[in-house]
């Protein structure tokens, strides 16, 4: 998606710690029904230092002091108001907390810190920073009144070993305790290639030898999909001839390389386009029968010969860059989703192969407000059922972007997600497998675009993250290498996990994007269908 002119939300709060120098409030006690009820920590009263596995020093403040942890302002340990053991930590007044810094951590390696929180009327925060160089924050909240499990997963840095985890509470006066915050390392998770691949970057404009090249990287990092696009315009300029040269270069090589095919088709020329300028590759089609027809013949020429192939039916319906001249849910619905999919089964049929998956084309996660002449995609959605478009689709494809933030359930990308679901759900489209066609972040120092640390860090996240997701199917990056690196003005053009400088030479999150693969071949399970298979290890 990686929208131009405008700025998606971010649902990543940003956190500093304020050093003010306040009164502080006598330690107070708070009674709780729920002290001391989560079985984990049985046993542990009266045992000062860490537990097994735990690997910050006090995690439970059983010592009676805070130390190691840093004091900002007038938090306190007390002898009460434990949710186990003997003590707890009082966070004090206002904007104070503790932290503290935990070395000896491994580089790219997931970790998960958990806490147990209760307040009366504060917001209380929990998180790391720095666990992927300076400025990396993962963070969670809660105003519960009762003892309160809290919890946040990073990776860390390709040469981060140390990690900065804090509690900190705002500006109310009401009491705040936590206990057991503790850091551990997780499995390692890893996903199979069957189910990841890549975006790369326009194989229909590429010579033989440079896709060669491209599909030879792809291969190389165990991932089996490749996503590319066939741009209608440039096949069939003149209405009733369509030039297959470079649509057989790609499937071909795609084949020739073992991969499968996520084929997009879209730009409509402008003989059916009502003679519309399109040049720039981006006009949707004025008539409800002409896409149906080039979709039909391009299901016809591949659909048997030997590609696994899902077609995905346009890109980013939902924004006006890749639809113009103007975003229009009834007419991609009746002139595209309608007829492509109809043509795509019939050649299916002819053919006597099994019958395709059909893709709802990739939604950007745009809200107008934000990102003009767009469509929030459950508006999108919604008027592709109102228009009659059920029964035309077996998914949809979305692109999990989330800006300058990291991955996870606070982020209005996935947020906006769910209510498609929950949509698709009401009109019995259920048990979806979700298609994340595009995956990614820009590194550099302009707009939109984050560090290399991050983009490492994140990209192992994701992984994790998404197939997490009860509806995860599979998720294909964008993008493999950069279409030119370094350039700080255009964040369209450092999408990638390699430098384009040839030779091609890895980013960080290169390797933290290998380290999710699992190796072909290997045991995969987590209960997930044919989508998300994971191995721990």
Request: charged residues 15%.
């Amino acid at each position: 998606m990686r929208t131009r002119g405008g700025t998606i939300r971010s649902g990543t709060l940003v956190l500093a710690l304020l050093a003010c120098v306040l009164l502080a409030l006598d330690a107070q006690h708070l009674t709780v029904a729920s002290a001391g009820t989560h079985p984990a920590d049985a046993g542990t009263a009266g045992k000062p230092g860490k537990k097994s596995g735990v690997l910050n020093p006090n995690p439970g403040f059983e010592s009676g002091s805070l130390a190691p942890w840093d004091n900002t302002n007038d938090a306190t340990v007390v002898a009460n108001n434990a949710d186990s053991g003997t003590y707890a930590v009082n966070l004090g007044t206002v904007f104070t907390g503790v932290s503290q810094t935990v070395t000896g951590l491994t580089p790219n390696t997931s970790y998960t810190l958990t806490g147990w929180v209760m307040t009366q009327s504060d917001l209380v925060y929990l998180g790391v920073k720095n666990y992927a160089g300076e400025g990396t924050e993962v963070n969670t909240h809660t105003t519960g009144t009762a003892y309160t499990r809290l919890s946040v997963s990073l990776i860390t840095g390709p040469a981060s070993t140390s990690a900065f985890i804090f509690l900190y509470k705002n500006d109310n006066t009401g009491l705040s305790f936590a206990d057991d915050v503790e850091l551990t390392a997780n499995p390692n998770r890893t996903y199979s290639g069957e189910d990841l691949g890549f975006n790369t970057q326009a194989p229909y404009f590429q010579t033989q030898d440079s896709l060669d090249a491209l599909y030879d990287q792809v291969a190389a990092t165990g991932t089996t999909w490749v996503r590319a696009t066939l741009f209608w315009d440039l096949m069939e300029p003149t209405r009733g001839t369509i030039d297959w040269t470079r649509a057989d270069m790609i499937f071909d090589t795609i084949k020739a390389h073992g991969l499968k095919y996520n084929l997009v088709i879209r730009s409509a020329p402008s003989w059916a386009a009502d003679g519309a300028d399109t040049r720039d590759h981006n006009y949707a089609p004025t008539d409800n029968a002409s896409y149906g027809q080039i979709a039909y013949q391009i299901a016809k020429r591949y659909l048997n010969r030997g590609v696994t192939i899902t077609f995905e039916l346009g890109n980013e319906q939902n924004m006006k860059f890749f639809n113009m001249p103007a975003v229009d849910p009834a007419q991609y619905t009746h002139n595209m989703l309608i007829p492509g999919t109809t043509g795509i089964r019939r050649a299916a049929r002819e053919l006597r192969v099994p019958a395709p998956t059909v893709l709802v084309g990739g939604f950007a996660p745009v809200d107008p407000i934000y990102v003009p002449d767009s469509m929030k995609p459950i508006d999108f959605m919604t008027a592709i059922y109102a228009n009659g478009g059920k029964g035309y689709f077996d998914s949809i494809a979305y692109h999990t972007y989330t800006y300058v933030s990291a991955p996870g359930d606070d982020q209005w990308t996935f947020q906006e997600l769910e209510r498609v679901i929950a949509l698709m759900n009401s009109h019995g489209d259920t048990n979806r497998k979700i298609w994340a066609t595009e995956v990614g972040w820009a590194t550099g120092t302009g707009e939109g675009e984050i560090s290399e640390a991050n983009h490492a860090a994140w990209t192992a996240q994701e992984f994790d993250y998404w197939f997490s997701l009860p509806y995860a199917g599979p998720m294909i990056w964008y993008e493999l290498v950069d279409n030119q690196s370094h350039d700080n003005t255009n964040r369209e053009n450092t999408f990638g996990l390699m430098y384009s400088t040839q030779p091609w030479t890895p980013k960080p999150a290169y390797d933290a994007f290998l380290s999710k693969v699992s190796p072909a071949g290997g045991s995969h399970h987590g209960g997930r269908g044919h989508y998300g298979h994971e191995v721990v290890s």
